[in-house]
């Protein structure tokens, strides 16, 4: 995948509330599919990283209820921007902390300050504005946790940084 969304095959590795195993069960095939085995009922943090060295992140929270094989649809990977060991860049503001419990439709990633010299202090945003997407990229919701890997990039990096209320803010990231 060349973007910052990759769907489908590709080799991501996951596992579940325990370490995953090192078996094929926790590989993707080449569709995307891969087997949790006694995978617990109730909300999930669904993990995942590409296997191979690939820079792709996967969390997502998902609800699990039935018995047999359940189907968690379509579920995508994030591009890191990040090398291994590469610093990223400030964007000056802070995210309000959300606790784990946090139904999935109720997360969110609301500015709960701002850096008044910061990169984010040039913009427009508010403490208080609820971020919607990062770079085109949906970061509401079950997909909140999506922001993080989104916003870590080199300093120099531009993110444009949709909000609630309609505004879209360009910032570049500053060195730490």
Same mark, same amino acid.
């Given at each position: 995948c060349? /973007?910052?969304v990759c769907r489908g095959g590709g080799g991501v590795r996951g596992g579940g509330v325990y370490a995953a195993s090192e078996g094929q069960d926790?590989?993707?095939?080449?569709? /995307? =599919?891969f087997t949790v085995r006694n995978a617990p009922q109730g909300q999930v943090v669904v993990s995942g990283w590409a296997s191979g060295g690939q820079p792709f992140d996967i969390q997502v929270v998902r609800m699990l209820r039935g018995s047999g094989t359940i189907d968690l649809g379509d579920i995508e990977a994030i591009r890191r921007r990040l090398k291994? /060991?590469?610093?990223?860049?400030e964007l000056g503001l802070t995210f309000a902390e959300q606790t784990f419990d946090t139904p999935p439709?109720?997360? #969110? =990633? =609301?500015?709960?300050?701002?850096?008044?010299? /910061?990169? !984010? !202090?040039q913009?427009?945003? #508010? %403490?208080?504005? %609820? %971020?919607? !997407?990062?770079?085109?990229i949906d970061v509401r919701? #079950?997909? !909140?946790? =999506?922001?993080?890997?989104?916003?870590?990039?080199?300093?120099?990096t531009k993110l444009a940084l949709t909000v609630a209320r309609g505004l879209t803010a360009t910032i570049v990231l500053a060195a730490p």
């Open positions: 060349g /973007g910052r926790h590989v993707s095939d080449t569709a /995307g =599919r291994p /060991g590469e610093i990223g860049g439709e109720q997360r #969110e =990633r =609301r500015i709960s300050f701002i850096d008044p010299k /910061g990169p !984010a !202090a913009s427009k945003l #508010e %403490v208080g504005d %609820v %971020v919607t !997407a990062v770079d085109g919701n #079950e997909h !909140a946790s =999506r922001a993080a890997a989104l916003i870590a990039a080199p300093p120099g």
